[in-house]
């Protein structure tokens, strides 16, 4: 009788061991993809696209050039815009950085994840279009360069300013929590420091939105490109679709990535061997975040030199 109620739990916990690690094995084989072609072209850390992603592009950009309404053809370009948008998102850089540190740091759920990536895909969304459309005049053409220019520095500011909100909550709790440790007895202070350290370290709305938007201000030069055929051709409304699956595509790689990071953190972390480690995550958690900005508003600066 007592064995009936564990079945389905233990039926539902293999399948969600299944899940994440075929999750992890898409990502993991993803991001060798992107590391071994960098590595080809002489730069493991190089910046742009897959040959892979390239291809698919041109084929999208050649789609929407001879678009004639067929719904099964725009399904299939539409999928083929998020799977660049995907590759895209695995290809190096201090975005998934900051969306696990972040996550590991408030202790977010897998439900936060998903805010940032959605958060992500809309920002991306917006500024791709902003500057698709004033691409169009050749006073948008300046005011879209000069962004382009300069969008490092907003983007780095507010990655700064996110790292050092966490660093103050997480050492403002520290200090208040040292102070009332004075005069609690020892059982009852580590019985409590279990419940009540996370509280003041958890993910907010603000966090999560501020997050999706440093990672979305800077438009990606496929987006843009998918938008101008779009644009030059008549099809906007074609162009926004394939620039909304492109979006979710990247928002796609990083929820999964960061669900990835939570997913770490249960296992490791709050391992008892780990918790002396757990409770330094927060800090050092949005170090990382601080960092990561500060090389932000560095290159924005560099460019200039």
């Known amino acids: 009788m007592d064995s009936r109620p564990a079945a389905p739990a233990k039926r539902r916990s293999s399948a969600t061991s299944l899940i994440f690690t075929l999750l992890f094995v898409l990502i993991a084989t993803g991001i060798a993809y992107v590391l071994?072609?960098?590595?080809?072209?002489?730069?493991?850390?190089?910046?742009?696209?897959?040959?892979?992603?390239?291809?698919?592009?041109?084929?999208?950009?050649?789609t929407v050039t001879s678009y004639a309404g067929n719904p099964f053809s725009a399904a299939l370009v539409l999928a083929a815009a998020c799977l660049v948008g995907g590759l895209h998102a695995l290809l190096p850089g201090h975005n998934k950085t900051i969306t696990g540190a972040y996550l590991v740091g408030t202790r977010a759920s897998y439900r936060h994840a998903l805010l940032i990536g959605l958060a992500t895909a809309l920002s991306h969304t917006a500024s791709s279009v902003v500057i698709g459309i004033l691409a169009l005049s050749s006073a948008g053409q300046i005011a879209s360069t000069q962004y382009l220019r300069w969008v490092g520095l907003p983007s780095g500011l507010l990655t700064v300013g996110l790292g050092g909100w966490l660093?103050?909550?997480?050492?403002?709790?520290?200090g208040e929590h040292s102070r009332e440790s004075g005069r609690l007895h020892e059982h009852t202070h580590d019985h409590d420091h279990h419940h009540d350290h996370a509280d003041p370290d958890k993910a907010t709305l603000g966090g999560l939105v501020a997050l999706g938007l440093a990672h979305g201000l800077i438009p990606t030069f496929d987006a843009l490109a998918i938008l101008l055929v779009a644009l030059n051709i008549g099809q906007l409304a074609f162009g926004l679709g394939l620039i909304a699956a492109y979006s979710l595509g990247i928002a796609?790689?990083?929820?999964?990535?960061?669900?990835?990071?939570?997913?770490?953190?249960?296992?490791?972390?709050?391992?008892?061997?780990?918790?002396?480690?757990?409770?330094?995550?927060?800090?050092v958690a949005a170090a990382v975040v601080i960092v990561l900005g500060l090389w932000l508003l560095l290159r924005t600066a560099v460019a200039f030199l």
Do not use: K, Y
């Open 36 to 62: 071994t072609v960098n590595a080809s072209r002489g730069n493991l850390f190089a910046g742009g696209s897959t040959p892979l992603g390239e291809a698919i592009l041109a084929n999208v950009q050649r």
């Open 252 to 283: 796609a790689v990083l929820t999964a990535v960061g669900v990835l990071f939570i997913r770490a953190q249960l296992i490791i972390l709050d391992h008892p061997a780990f918790q002396a480690v757990s409770r330094r995550t927060p800090g």
């Open 167 to 174: 660093l103050w909550r997480h050492l403002r709790h520290g």
